[in-house]
């Protein structure tokens, strides 16, 4: 039976302070009234009393003009014009009352544009088909509204209800992108063209030497954000896998390939896709119980869910989406399903490559070391990742294995596949602005430097390549000095004057 008020006069809401006193509605006050095991979305609305509307940390506030009928389909249709799609919420909605409830909404408006949204995501998300006719004689009309969320252009035409599936995934995975003004901005920033027409101005020598320190530079990053430091051949060969980002298709096979080059010693891992629980944490030191950051998705739903994201992946491909928010969407999606013991984190960042390079967002052969401005972002990437994880963890039950793993008891798998990764989003266009602006002039520039004084090298003292190596690293690590050690060993065949005059023109070239 639905509940009659959904309703709810507020000033604080689990926690929130609300900017007034005011009318909760739309998916907070659906969430509330049927108590659905869903975290609350990032932003809640409220109805003011005042003729007035506007925008608060956290709120949507609006004018008392927008006041409804306290209904469960008004305030269905005030979320989906206001507050887009959530599809989690849908979907729980849907679970939790009756279908004849949803055809006795249904005939409020029967077909009715948002009536129609309605309908088809019953249809979409429970794979169930409701006692209506096919319509008939009526206008298709798109399922997201593009001027709140993100969709794909070429969406499939659903005769039967008159909509446009233009959802950014598929039935099995699909996560939501807010628009925002600073997704807005970057993607109107065009970085595609703003990056192809830097790197066709360096010369070709200098960014093909760029690239192969910028390749290493990100293997290395990607294992350090990892807590680990990989002997440098083990770094190399996972630095090859990524140069070779989006030459492969994206498959299983592919997937557990990837995980085999990074893990190199697979004696105390079980290999492949989890057959167990998995969480990220830290184990209670006396008790060893466990305390989990993040739970991953049962392993029971790893094959369903790894299909969804496959198929996914090859809809956002064919379609014309903004190559930063496909990664997201695919590149988040597998991290936080955690379908692997070990080796998820790297995985994770090759697929953010893999997109950007199908995309045709970094060019061929050139590697776009995002993993480096990941590292130097590190704590912002961490509390990106919690924004996902801490908020469901209300709404796992899992129990402690005899080995100090996690089982988890209820059923998980919308969570893992029908999330909000609008502030991912905001975070990997951060990091992609950074390299294109940061990392990848500074290791040009610091070349071209490089060849400068190498030239003054090899002509003024004909020095060999390697001497010529060792000693900018030791002028780089001397604050251009060299260091008394290095006088009396290494260059000891240079006079006093010598090292002046090679301390000045490095200081003069690189400082």
Known sequence: MIANSFSKEITVFHGRIAPETATLVGYGAIIETLQLAVPLPEVLSIISKLRKSYQSDGWFVYSSRNAFDDTLYKHLVFALKYEGINLLVFKKLFETIDKQDILSILQEEPTGQYSRKIWFLFEWLMNDKLAIPDLSMKNYVPLVDDTIQYAIENGEKSNRHRIIN???????????????????????????????????????????????????????????????????????????????????????????????????????????????????????HLTLEPIPDHISAKWQDIEQLINGLLSTNELLLKNNIDAVLAATIIAFGFVFIHPFEDGNGRIHRYLIHHLLAKKQFSQQGIIFPVSASILDHI????????????????????????????????????????????????????????????????????????????????????????????????????????????????FESLSDDEISLIEETFQKIFQ
């Open 166 to 284: 233009n959802l950014p995934g598929t039935q099995s995975f699909c996560p939501m992108i807010f628009k925002t003004t600073k997704l807005e901005q970057y993607i109107s920033a065009n970085y595609i063209e703003q990056n192809g027409k830097y790197l066709h101005s360096i010369r070709k020598d200098i960014l093909q030497r760029a690239s192969v320190f910028l390749l290493l530079k990100d293997s290395k990053a990607s294992f350090t954000i990892e807590g680990e430091s990989p002997k440098s051949k083990r770094a190399a060969r996972w630095g090859q896998a990524i140069g070779q980002a989006g030459s492969n298709e994206l498959t299983k096979d592919e997937l557990l390939r990837l995980q085999q080059i990074v893990i190199e010693n697979g004696r105390f891992i079980e290999m492949g896709f989890r057959k167990k629980g998995g969480f990220i944490g830290e184990h209670d």
């Open 379 to 490: 704590i912002d990437y961490r509390k990106v990742l919690e924004t996902y994880s801490k908020p469901i963890l209300d709404f796992i039950e899992w129990t402690e294995t005899n080995d100090h793993n996690i089982e988890v008891q209820n059923n998980t798998i919308d969570y893992y596949r029908y999330f909000d990764a609008t502030k991912q989003a905001e975070f990997l266009y951060d990091c992609v602005s950074d390299t294109i602006n940061n990392i990848i002039p500074k290791e040009v520039d610091y070349l071209t430097k490089y060849d400068e004084f190498k030239r003054f090298l090899e002509d003024d003292f004909e020095m060999p390549d390697k001497l010529i190596a060792l000693l900018v690293q030791f002028l780089d690590q001397n604050s251009g000095k060299i260091s008394k050690r290095a006088k009396e060993k290494e």
